[in-house]
């Protein structure tokens, strides 16, 4: 089955600057990486999703990368704000979707 | 608004007692997941159903069983609770393999 890996476990930035969070997969016939953010008490919630035949997608201050040859792709978040301090996950599809372990992020005002 | 509903948010019980995690969609999706989440593990599949009376083994089945008699209702038994099944349990749906799953707020069970 699929192995998704996620770095860093925990990240803590200044609000303002970017926040880099980056997952491997292991099975090359994954074509499908979503990122979910989750807000304390609340269920994991979609903010981007990526598929195999794109190497970039952007949505305002987030964008996710993709390099299908190294098997790794990456969230990243732009001018961050408090909002934006939650748990992240990454996941990779074959047939059933595989998650990371998750990324605290935390933004300091 | 799309909406995934879980019968509880919080639950106690106790070691050997047969436990009930009631999920409901109504989005008319196809797709149903049972997930738990723990720290530092992420969410790891319990089971998932593609249809009505369909089910099928996720990553972590053992000690959980799973019913789906309607459509908009999926829900998690576990047969005979034990400790190390404390945990966070989050319920998703979809309608299609391969796109967006939608949440519940998940059920925190306590098993003492």
């Not at chain 1, 008490?41 to 190497?55: A, C, E, F, T, Y």
């Not at chain 2, 034990?82 to 966070?88: A, E, G, L, P």
Request: proline share 3%; charged share 25%; with cysteine.
């Amino acid at each position: 089955g699929e192995n998704v890996e996620q770095h860093p476990s925990t990240l803590s930035v200044q609000e303002g600057d970017s926040a880099v969070i980056k997952c491997t997969y292991s099975d090359s016939a994954s074509n499908y990486f979503p990122w979910y953010k989750q807000e304390l008490g609340k269920g994991p919630q979609l903010i981007i999703d990526i598929r195999s035949n794109v190497g970039e997608k952007k949505d305002q201050r987030i964008a996710v990368t993709l390099n299908k040859t190294a098997k790794h792709f990456s969230l990243h978040i732009t001018e961050t704000q408090p909002e934006d301090s939650a748990v992240y996950f990454c996941a990779a599809n074959d047939y059933k979707l595989s998650f990371g372990a998750g990324t605290t992020v935390t933004v300091r005002a | 608004d799309v909406k995934v509903t879980q019968s509880s948010r919080y639950l106690v019980k106790r070691t050997g007692e047969k436990v009930f995690l009631e999920c409901v969609q109504d989005m008319d999706h196809e797709n149903m997941f049972w997930y738990r989440q723990d720290p530092g593990l992420g969410l790891r599949l319990i089971y998932f159903s593609y249809d009505v009376k369909m089910k099928e083994k996720g990553d972590i089945p053992e000690g959980y069983s799973v019913s789906r008699e309607k459509k908009e209702r999926f829900s998690l038994i576990l047969e005979s609770a034990s400790t190390n099944q404390t945990s966070m349990y989050l319920c998703a749906s979809n309608g299609l393999v391969g796109y967006e799953q939608y949440f519940g707020p998940g059920t925190r069970l306590t098993v003492t």
